[in-house]
Nanobody
């Protein structure tokens, strides 16, 4: 199985940027599609962005379109989430997840479709 470790979270002012990284180990990461989710206190975990195992297909939640970019470097076994124009409502714990996809181009938005999760990294955006 694959192990995932997120990093890059922190405290940033509104309008600022952060780049999250998700380092994978244990299996050939290029065989896995990946995604980012977040969970704010008192709320359910929600989809943020997903990327196919080859990186050619991406999908975003409406509330991050134009602000966040998901990418991956399979040579480094890492998935990234570049977050720009951050807002206080982006404050949450951000989780990286991975899944073995049905096809090369498949992406998924439901947490239940992912079998592997990292421990999460806190992102706090101050107003």
């Amino acid at each position: 199985q694959v192990q995932l470790v997120e990093s890059g979270g922190g405290l940033v002012q509104a309008g600022g940027s952060l780049r999250l990284s998700c380092a994978a180990s244990g299996r050939t990461f290029s065989n896995y599609a990946a995604g980012w989710f977040r969970q704010a206190p008192g709320k359910e975990r929600e989809f943020v962005a997903a990327i196919s195992k080859g990186g050619g297909i991406t999908k975003y939640a409406d509330f991050v379109k134009g602000r966040f970019t998901i990418s991956r470097d399979n040579a480094k076994n890492t998935v990234y989430l570049q977050m720009n124009s951050l807002k206080p409502e982006d404050t949450a714990v951000y989780y990286c997840a991975a899944r073995i996809p049905i096809s090369y181009w498949a992406v998924a938005v439901a947490p239940a479709e992912y079998g592997y999760w990292g421990q999460g990294t806190q992102v706090t955006v101050s107003s």
